[in-house]
């Protein structure tokens, strides 16, 4: 494998897998050549494949997913590769970048409340929904780097589950799981084996690529609308700006919005805000004040908002109206603070490092553009459509105030989870 990649004969798939230029290509060669050695020396040589699941980026829909709606995202040139090769024993051993190794028996895949919140989790819930397929999952090694850290709002543990459905997927399946497939298996994974509540956006950017539109109405057969869209020809970039402020452990406030949509939900009868109807909500507000309280009444109507705002960004995308969807984008970000409240944990209002790096955003842009919290918000990330003749300016003004680095110049990648060679 080493040598196929030294002498170049993956440059073509490299090239098609992330919109790469030479620079790229070379740069992605040395990483891949890198994790190569990594697993010779940690599991010895073998006939081992590469595999590779992106980042994703939000672009529309700020929780919506969960509550079966619409969604606009994207997959990013960051992403989580994996050198692995099946052992032929029922042990699964994966050494990650800045992880203890991990080892699990695929004879054991109940979910372990020990494992809660950890990475033994989401790979023991991947081999459970694969298994609960059909099929017969045995163990392998795998040697795993990221370029997605963990609390950075572009979705690692989706990359992650992403990715070791890929590689399962692979080893065991004949590679006969759809895309759309892999991302619930990590939906299933995340919330069943992790603990962790999520909609199924997250996994769904990461395992289809490029921008899509998803309609969650019916979550077992989503519709997929994938959006052609260059970045360059908008006159914009994509940046995603860290706030500095970690959100690996802000479950709880993710969990209440789930909750508190669903309690709205629930008072017209539904199990979901998609299938209530919004003019039912607005005609029966003072009763749904009452008994669901008022911050719930907020996010619903940010849902509702949001929700429709998603097909709108859609078109103006598919149309070339990038100022409008720029329009639509800002409007997304003020329902989010003002209705959703997902700006700071109300645990330690003190601290509120998204509202001031979306306040730096919008003072650096100075009414071109847009910013926008970004994910699922309370701390990590905030995303900025930022003019190319300001970017560089942009980058510089925020790593001045949050530290260098700070800001991330992306591009959308068009490929999704994949096998990039065995």
């Known amino acids: ?44 040589e073998a006939d081992a494949g590469l595999f590779s699941a992106p980042g994703r980026t939000e672009m529309g829909g700020n929780h919506t997913d969960h509550q079966r709606g619409h969604v606009l995202a994207g997959s990013v040139n960051l992403d989580m590769v994996a050198c692995a090769a099946p052992n032929g024993s029922t042990t699964i051993r994966i050494i990650s970048d800045g992880y203890p190794a991990l080892e699990l028996d695929t004879a054991a895949l109940e979910p372990d409340p020990a494992e809660v919140g950890t990475s033994a989790a989401l790979v023991r819930g991947v081999c459970r929904a694969v298994t609960d397929r059909g099929y017969a999952v045995g163990g392998f090694n795998a040697c795993i780097t990221s370029q997605v850290p963990g609390g950075s709002g572009l979705s690692s543990s ?14 065991f399946c004949n590679d006969e799981l759809s895309p759309v497939e892999l991302a619930q298996i990590g939906q299933y994974a995340e919330n069943t084996f992790f603990g962790k ?88 507000l003072p009763a749904v004040r009452a008994a669901t309280g008022d911050r ?45 409240q997902n700006l700071f944990s109300t645990a330690d209002p003190r601290q509120q490092a998204v509202g001031v790096t979306l306040a730096l955003a919008d003072h650096l842009l100075a009414g071109r553009g847009a910013v926008r919290v970004h994910g699922g918000g309370f701390a990590g990330t905030i995303q900025a459509y930022v003019p190319v003749d300001r970017a560089e300016d942009f980058r510089a003004g925020m790593d001045a105030v949050l530290g260098a680095g700070s800001c991330a110049i992306l591009h959308i990648r068009p490929a999704g989870g994949v096998v990039i060679a065995d």
């Open 158 to 171: 989706a990359a992650y589950e992403v990715l070791v459905g890929v590689i399962v997927n692979h080893l």
């Open 1 to 44: 494998m080493k040598t196929r990649l030294s002498g170049g004969e993956l440059d073509t798939e490299i090239r098609r897998i992330y919109a790469a230029d030479s620079v790229e290509i070379a740069s992605t060669r040395e990483r891949l050549a890198a994790l190569i050695e990594r697993f010779a020396a940690d599991f010895g």
């Open 197 to 284: 509540p999520s909609g199924l956006m997250d996994q769904m950017a990461s395992s289809l690529g490029g921008v899509v539109h998803i309609d969650f109405a019916d979550p077992a057969n989503p519709l997929v609308e994938p959006i052609a869209f260059d970045m360059a020809a908008s006159g914009h970039v994509l940046c995603i700006v860290d706030s500095g402020a970690d959100h690996a452990d802000l479950t709880s406030e993710y969990a209440a919005i789930t909750d508190e949509m669903g309690a709205v939900s629930r008072h017209f009868g539904k199990q979901y805000l998609s299938e209530v109807r919004e003019d039912d909500f607005w005609a029966g």
């Open 296 to 340: 719930a009444v907020l996010r619903a109507a940010h849902f509702f908002g949001d929700n429709a705002r998603v097909p709108k960004q859609a078109a103006a995308l598919v149309e070339g109206r990038f100022p409008d969807f720029l329009e639509l984008v800002r409007a997304s970000g003020v329902s989010s603070a003002m209705q959703l």
